[in-house]
C-alpha cells in the first residue's frame, strides 16, 4: 500500500494531473454503486462486477458527469491531498511495527 501512495504523490506532481481525494471521514453525496470513466464529454464506461459498458447517450454521459461533480466537491485537491496521502503514508509506516502474520 505505502507503494501505491508513494506514486499517488509522484502523479499528483505532474502539471497535466488533477488528483483528488475523498477522505474516509467525509460525506459523499451519493454512493458509489460502481466505478465509471468519462471520455471527454463523449462517452461513459460503466464498470460492473461482470462487464464493462461504454455509452455515447448524451443524457447518461451527462448523469455521470453530475455524479462526478458531486464527488469532485466532497474531495481535497493539491496541498490538501499531498497532506492527507503522507499523513496516511504515516499510519501505514506505524501499523507495520504492530501488524503481525
Known amino acids: ?3 501505491q501512495l508513494d506514486r499517488l504523490l509522484a502523479v499528483e506532481s505532474l502539471s497535466t494531473v488533477r488528483l483528488g481525494v ?5 460525506p459523499v453525496p451519493v454512493l458509489p454503486r460502481h466505478g ?9 464506461v ?3 462486477f461482470d462487464r464493462e459498458r461504454v455509452s455515447v447517450d448524451l ?4 448523469a455521470y458527469e453530475e455524479t462526478f ?11 490538501e491531498v499531498r497532506e492527507l496521502l503522507l ?10 511495527d504492530t501488524v503481525t502474520p
Request: charged share 30%; proline share 2%; net charge positive.
Open 59 to 62: 443524457a447518461e454521459v451527462a
Open 1 to 3: 500500500m505505502l507503494a
Open 46 to 48: 460503466v464498470e460492473t
Open 87 to 96: 499523513r496516511v503514508m504515516k499510519q501505514f509506516r506505524e501499523w507495520g
Open 69 to 79: 461533480g458531486r464527488f469532485e466537491g466532497a474531495a481535497v485537491f493539491g496541498g
Open 22 to 26: 475523498v477522505p474516509w471521514r467525509r
Open 36 to 44: 465509471f470513466t468519462l471520455c471527454d464529454r463523449r462517452a461513459v
